[in-house]
């Protein structure tokens, strides 16, 4: 750890901003996912088009971190505020959108997204309910079918990464290779897994997930006791730059309540 004193979840939202260029058209979630989208805006990517899946386009967080997708914090200065048929109907089922942050209870190593329920074994032909009853996919599943690119934003934790997903909530390359294609989804798929420990990444043939990159508090070793399958690990793999000071500021102008500067 560096002498600036910042939280993993700091770290995992500016890592996740880090991918967002200027200009883009980028659709956002609730929570982390929004940290990390309106820290790219307010840091590198000030012309970014930024909107929400309720429809909420162009705006800027105001008096703090927007705790829902409609919250007035966005909405006061929106330049347009239409409704979820217009975000993922138009604009992200088109394929217009370039980029979403999405959240994940669960994610295997294709980069499918769980967030629907955790069962024990497989569901089998008859649907059955699941253990524990997870929030939906919410818009996620349209932005993983539109989006240009996704970035999954996930806690690194054995439970969370899967070999397997029981139930895909939300499509990343299914089961590897070219097995996505064949659904002729407009948006091209995730392109990072961002954790509170490190980045992973697609092989660009086989569409696993191998490790691209870690923290300063993390390792190598560590990300590879977490992860619930035998994670590969890039050739190029790398440590990721900490955060500078101006990144932390614009971050913090973001989350100024600190609503998620969560210790861990």
């Known amino acids: ?95 217009r959108c370039d980029v979403g942050i999405i959240g994940a209870a669960q994610v295997d190593k294709f980069g499918n997204v769980n967030t629907t329920g955790i069962w024990e074994g497989e569901i089998g032909e008859t649907y059955r309910p699941p253990k524990t009853r997870l929030p939906g996919a ?32 939300s499509p990343g390359y299914l089961e590897g290779g070219a097995s996505r294609d064949r659904f002729g989804f407009p948006g091209g798929g995730p392109s990072a897994i961002i954790t509170t420990l490190g980045i992973l990444r697609p092989h660009p043939e086989t569409k696993e997930f191998q490790l691209d990159s870690w923290f300063s508090f993390s390792s190598v070793a560590e ?20 955060p500078t000071e101006s990144e932390l500021a614009a971050l913090r102008r973001v989350d100024q309540t600190g609503a998620l500067r969560k210790k861990g």
């Open 223 to 242: 990300i590879k006791a977490n992860t619930g399958w035998d994670l590969k690990v890039s050739p190029d793999a790398h440590l990721v730059p900490e």
């Open 138 to 169: 919410g818009g996620a599943n349209d932005i993983a079918c539109g989006a240009k690119r996704t970035v999954i934003m996930v806690t690194h934790e054995p439970k969370r990464f899967a070999e397997k997903v029981t139930y895909i909530s």
């Open 1 to 95: 750890m560096s002498a600036l004193d910042y939280t993993r979840q700091e770290m995992m939202a500016i890592a996740t901003g880090r991918e967002i260029k200027d200009g883009e058209l980028a659709i956002f979630g609730v929570g982390l996912s929004m940290l990390a989208g309106y820290f790219a805006q307010a840091h590198h990517a000030p012309n970014v088009r930024a909107m929400t899946e309720g429809g909420v386009f162009g705006a800027t967080p105001v008096g703090g971190l927007p705790w829902g997708i409609e919250c007035n914090r966005l909405s006061v200065n929106a330049t347009s505020f239409t409704n979820a048929l217009d975000a993922l109907g138009f604009l992200v089922g088109s394929g």
